[in-house]
């Protein structure tokens, strides 16, 4: 216990050296950054994991020149038996072979890969800024404030969001934008509690304390001594969050909002190979799952880079 | 609670086990197959079952329990016929508007009471009953039951109800009109007599196993909700010693392919073929994989009403739409399950339905397409200005197949654009149910074994002409065919009709397609409406 | 503490009432009732079945009828769609079931999930390091919808050592898949986010200090950087817990386990309003209580955190 204390008023005295030296080191604003890149490019797994990630991205955008079918046509003469006829092969133009109803995956694939990759990264990105400021809003201030804005989190967690979606539908045009309120509306909701949680444990952390004292507003508080401790958390969880939100998207198409057919996504078709995994028809399962896996690979290293980057504490 | 539902259980079994003659093990005393020592029947059901109760039923897996549980006035056999059941026989005035059924004297509940004309009139009275509210009141009023649409709408007691207990084994009943196939409703889930007795003691709990009481050649022991639904052999059927299944397991499998996998593992004795899936298993296990006719069709309909566009009003653009899509590329590469190709809305499994001669039916596909092109150019449509419409199904991936198929079809033939989409279930009734659309997806399954259950569909005021056709000549035939001797002309001029004015594109006619465990004996394959009994069937030994 | 405890319960209540208000208005307007049904019914008979569920009345009396029944009687209605049954029926039945493989699932999800992030971020950058992380992807990378399909094709068609699904009281050759199904991703996210954070806290400067004073490792470890390190995990596990006591639809649906995921998904589609709000009311019940628990627990990682 006593060393604890020890341990900890020594932190704190160690946390205000840092503090003075991060904002000695603000007025310097650029080499932070520059800093902070430097040190992800000397990440080999973050600069290894963009590169896959930018070669996924060329591929959405340059793959279809090379592409031999569209991905709504249907090979008429093949669909009857997908399981041989409809093999990935060179020949047949079908490079990734043919999905269920006889359309060529190689075209489907790009396109959904390309959807999914947005609807992965809006969703990100929304629980990030929203869900962020949320919490540490919510954390940050404390007392009434924050148990309304937790409370007000608990019901949108258990209001049945499946009504949401129904209505959204109902009541806008569908269109390809609609999808993405119906992502953001539930992304950021888990985002905000972890941040909220770390943010009542910076609060009382000196150098904040020291921030209060010195007579800094609350929001420069949060912005400038809150929200960069609170960067790791964020980034890992904003990267899980992408699996995540590309898997909702299937399921909010399936209520009929977002992407229609013929148009479609890697959640879809991962949930169309699975269904037909035992058919003799392995590669519909395998080339979006492979493409879902490089993209959550991807951004699992470089939000892990990200992180190290821009550790106000190893500065 | 579950110790104390697993003890009724075994009491069950244990008098079930004592009753039982000793047919179990041995031949079967027809065809002298020997017979499996484990008689129980293990089948894949896709949802929950609505109820159980034969008045409140309205789902297929749940008609498929309460016909094992209870038994109606007559049963069909193997090939859809009529065969007596509480009932032997009948007979009918000449204006075939009173009908007298004689119940067998042996009928008898599970609980040892007799199955008396009274329990038939009990339950009539409350199919029809507001505060019963069954969702299936209509069926009274489709049977013409005298004075059941005044019941129903609450301005006369239920006791005005056309049925009447001439005595314990004579039951009248009083129709409206004339109905001459009245006998054939008999079989229908909702005419099955209802046990009063345990009904005012249970209340809503009496359909609960360890409280219910029926009189068919089944009981229910056991019901886990989503998961599984048991019902055993029901010692007091009058025909007992002729039932040869024991026990028989419903089980609850959302998936179909997991219930195929499900099968193929030996956990299951019937499932459900994927769509597409038939040409593959027919190859690997051709005597378990088995396709025969179902009384059901499948279609798109065209919005006709005022808010539908003006493109889809043009008969020739329907009659194009219609054309242009290849039936067998859906039947044979999609769906893949022996469905018959559509091209009149009537199955041809209907009974006593001729299906009519159609042109589009007799032409080779390029002979259609040539006319579908030459069709829409006269409509004022092509290049330059090209149609599109939107077309709304609800989620499903077969659904999903055809829809995308048809939309291929359109293009490439005719360069319409076809907007497809998909919806939840409710959402899409809704939509289709407030005309919000320009093609919408259609399927229907026939109440009772006669064209009219299907091209009644397509008079003004039917409750699923979601498109709004509205033909005055349409009505005047069907309402014609009610007392007709001969229906068959009418139908026929009511199916040329159909095909001239294309309001609706057939596409298919449904089949069954199962996979069936061989030792699973006399499976109905000739029961278009799959109107199937446990009691008929049985399992040999391997 | 315990004051605060006893002020959050006593919130909870208006809270739930906002969320049942928000719950039933939402139902009400969404397209569909559960009486629309593929071919129209008649209005008479339709009339009739309203008025027996009640639905003919204003939408507020419905709302009062419901509460009031709750409060007085602890009855949550009938369902619309399983005529034989009510809603307390469907949660009794199948709340049990997700309780113990969602429970089961959780603990196995966050010890193993705890410790290889942990490992992980002790062993930072070693061969250990690289295999707890290749272990999340692969859990990742098979969504449960993918995963249950494929573990029934081995273990029931191929192996034959598992029934296929079902629950049968819970007996354990029932429970193993769906607990495997569901808890993979979890434990992936759980590793996850104690690798990040665990590496955070190691690298901070209080466990530096530790460190400069030749503590040994296993002590800082226990002593220092767990507790800190688990704080983003727990604010995590608050929310996956309620999820996973209340079910997958997809582990109920892939496995017929019978459980109260599917109810409440198929209650959203079949307009099942009953069966809808009493799910929703629980899920949201039990949302309130571990987001308690789970300021609760901040409170004992971090003594310093006060409300």
């Known amino acids: 216990m006593a060393v604890t204390q020890y341990s900890k008023s020594l932190e704190d005295t160690a946390e205000r050296l840092t503090e003075r030296l991060s904002q000695a080191e603000a007025i310097r604003g650029r080499s932070l950054w520059f800093d902070a890149r430097v040190r992800f490019f000397g990440n080999k797994a973050a600069v290894g994991a963009l590169v896959v990630l930018i070669l996924v991205i060329a591929f959405v955008l340059i793959g279809p020149s090379f592409a031999v079918w569209s991905n709504e046509e249907i090979d008429w003469g093949r669909m009857g038996d997908i399981a041989t006829a409809g093999r990935p092969s060179i020949e047949t133009g079908h490079y990734f072979g043919l999905d269920d109803l006889g359309r060529d995956l190689y075209s489907r694939t790009i396109q959904a890969t390309g959807t999914s990759l947005l609807v992965g990264l809006v969703g990100a990105f929304v629980a990030v800024v929203i869900g962020t400021l949320y919490g540490a809003v919510s954390g940050y201030v404390g007392g009434w404030v924050d148990g309304a804005m937790m409370r007000a989190v608990d019901i949108l967690i258990a209001v049945p969001y499946m009504f949401i979606i129904i209505l959204l539908m109902v009541m806008f045009d569908r269109s390809f934008y609609m999808l993405f309120i119906g992502i953001g509306a539930t992304s950021w909701l888990a985002m905000s509690r972890i941040v909220r949680g770390q943010t009542l444990s910076l609060r009382h952390r000196e150098f904040v304390e020291a921030a209060q004292a010195g007579g800094v507003g609350g929001f420069t508080i949060i912005i400038r001594h809150i929200l960069p401790n609170l960067l790791g958390v964020v980034v890992v969880y904003a990267t899980l969050l992408v699996p995540e939100m590309i898997l909702v998207e299937s399921f909010i198409s399936f209520l009929g909002l977002g992407v229609q057919e013929p148009a479609t996504s890697l959640g879809r078709l991962i949930s169309e190979g699975a269904g037909t995994i035992a058919y003799g028809t392995i590669w519909q399962l395998l080339v979006p799952l492979t493409f879902f896996l490089l993209t959550i690979i991807s951004l699992f290293f470089i939000g892990d880079g990200l992180r190290d980057a821009l550790d106000p504490k190893d500065r | ?542 | 503490m315990l004051r605060y405890i006893f002020r959050r319960l006593l919130v909870a209540i208006p809270t739930l009432l906002l969320l049942i208000i928000i719950c039933f208005l939402l139902m009400h307007a969404a397209p569909g009732g559960p009486f629309t049904s593929e071919r129209k019914l008649p209005p008479s008979v339709l009339a009739n079945i309203e008025a027996k569920y009640g639905l003919n009345q204003p939408l507020f009396v419905q709302l009062w009828d419901y509460l009031t029944g709750i409060l007085l009687h602890f009855d949550f209605g009938p369902s619309f769609q399983y005529k034989d049954r009510d809603v307390n029926d469907v949660i009794a039945t199948g709340f049990p079931v997700t309780l113990t493989y969602g429970t089961i699932s959780f603990v196995l999800a966050t010890v193993v999930g705890v410790a290889l992030g942990v490992l992980a971020a002790v062993r930072h950058n070693t061969l250990l390091d690289y295999i707890a992380v290749g272990v999340t992807f692969s859990a990742q990378a098979l969504p449960n919808f993918v995963m249950a399909p494929i573990l029934v094709i081995i273990f029931t068609w191929q192996l034959g050592w598992l029934p296929g699904g079902g629950w049968n009281g819970g007996q354990w050759q029932y429970v193993v898949m769906p607990v495997i199904a569901l808890s993979t991703s979890y434990m992936a996210s759980i590793a996850r986010i104690t690798r990040s954070s665990m590496l955070e806290t190691l690298h901070s400067n209080f466990i530096r200090t530790a460190r400069a004073k030749g503590l040994p490792t296993r002590k800082i470890l226990w002593r220092h950087a767990l507790k800190p390190a688990l704080m983003p995990v727990l604010s995590y596990l608050g929310p996956v817990f309620v999820a996973m006591i209340t079910g997958s639809v997809i582990i109920d649906m892939y496995f017929s386990t019978g459980g109260i995921g599917l109810n409440y998904v198929n209650a959203a589609f079949n307009r099942d309003y009953a069966v809808m709000l009493g799910v929703t009311i629980l899920y949201g019940a039990l949302t309130v209580l571990f987001s308690l628990v789970v300021d609760v627990a901040y409170a004992w990682v971090d003594p310093k955190i006060r409300y």
């Not at chain 2, 579908?372 to 150019?377: G, I, Q």
């Open chain 2, 1 to 542: 609670m579950m110790i104390s539902a697993r003890l009724t259980i075994a009491g069950l079994l244990a008098s079930t086990f004592l009753a039982s003659p000793v047919l179990a093990a041995g031949t079967h005393p027809v065809t002298g197959e020997p017979l499996a020592d484990d008689q129980t029947f293990t089948y894949r059901v896709l949802d929950e079952h609505s109820s159980v109760d034969p008045q409140v039923v309205e789902d297929v897996s749940g008609s498929e329990i309460v016909r094992d549980l209870f038994e109606g006035l007559y049963n069909q056999d193997a090939d859809g016929n009529l065969v007596p059941g509480v009932a032997t026989s009948y007979e009918t005035n000449d204006t075939k508007d009173v009908y007298t059924f004689h119940l067998r004297p042996e009928a008898r509940w599970s609980n040892g009471d007799p199955v008396v004309a009274g329990d038939f009139v009990y339950a009539w009275r409350r199919l029809v009953d507001p505060e019963l509210a069954s969702p299936y009141a209509w069926f009274g009023e489709l049977m013409a039951l005298e004075n059941a649409k005044a019941i129903i709408a609450g301005e006369m007691p239920v006791d005005q109800l056309g049925v009447k207990a001439v005595d314990d084994h004579t039951l009248e009943v009083h129709l409206s009109q004339s109905i001459p196939y009245f006998p054939l409703m008999t079989t229908h889930a909702s005419t099955f007599p209802a046990p009063r007795k345990v009904i005012e003691k249970y209340g809503a709990e009496w359909t609960k196993p360890g409280n219910i009481v029926s009189n068919g050649a089944y009981v229910l022991t056991e019901h886990v909700p989503q998961e599984r639904s048991v019902r055993e052999r029901n010692p007091m059927y009058w025909d007992n010693e002729h039932t040869i299944i024991d026990k028989v397991v419903a089980l609850v499998i959302n998936d179909e392919n997991v219930a195929l996998t499900r099968y193929l593992a030996g956990e299951l004795d019937r499932t459900e073929v994927p769509a597409g899936q038939y040409p593959r298993l027919k190859k690997e296990y051709p005597d378990e994989a088995i396709s025969f006719p179902r009384l059901c069709n499948y279609y798109y309909t065209f919005n006709l009403s005022p808010s539908g566009q003006e493109a889809v009003k043009d008969v020739r653009v329907r009659q194009a739409l219609s054309l242009a899509v290849d039936r067998k590329i859906i039947t044979e590469n999609i769906l893949a399950g022996g469905q018959p190709e559509a091209y009149t809305f009537t199955p041809a499994a209907t009974a006593g339905f001729t299906v009519p001669d159609v042109p589009a039916a007799s032409m080779t596909q390029a002979e259609r397409d040539a006319k579908a092109k030459e069709l829409m150019a006269e409509a004022g449509y092509g290049p330059d200005q090209p149609l599109s419409v939107n077309l709304i199904y609800n989620t499903s991936e077969a659904h999903e197949k055809i829809a995308v198929a048809l939309g291929q079809m359109w293009k490439q033939k005719l360069g319409v654009q076809a907007t497809i989409a998909n919806m939840e279930w409710k959402t899409f009734l809704e939509e289709r149910g407030n005309q919000n659309f320009d093609l919408a997806r259609g399927a229907w399954c026939g109440d009772y074994n006669e064209a009219s259950t299907f091209l009644d569909l397509m008079t003004t005021d039917s409750g699923y002409n979601d498109g709004k056709f509205s033909n005055a000549e349409v009505d005047a035939l069907m309402n014609e065919a009610k007392t007709a001797d001969d229906p068959q002309p009418l139908y026929t001029k009511v199916e040329q009709i159909i095909a001239e004015q294309a309001p609706i594109i057939p596409i298919y006619h449904y089949a069954g397609v199962y996979m069936l465990d061989t030792d699973v004996g006399n499976w109905p394959v000739n029961n278009v409406e799959q109107n199937w009994y446990s009691k008929d069937l049985y399992k040999k030994a391997e």
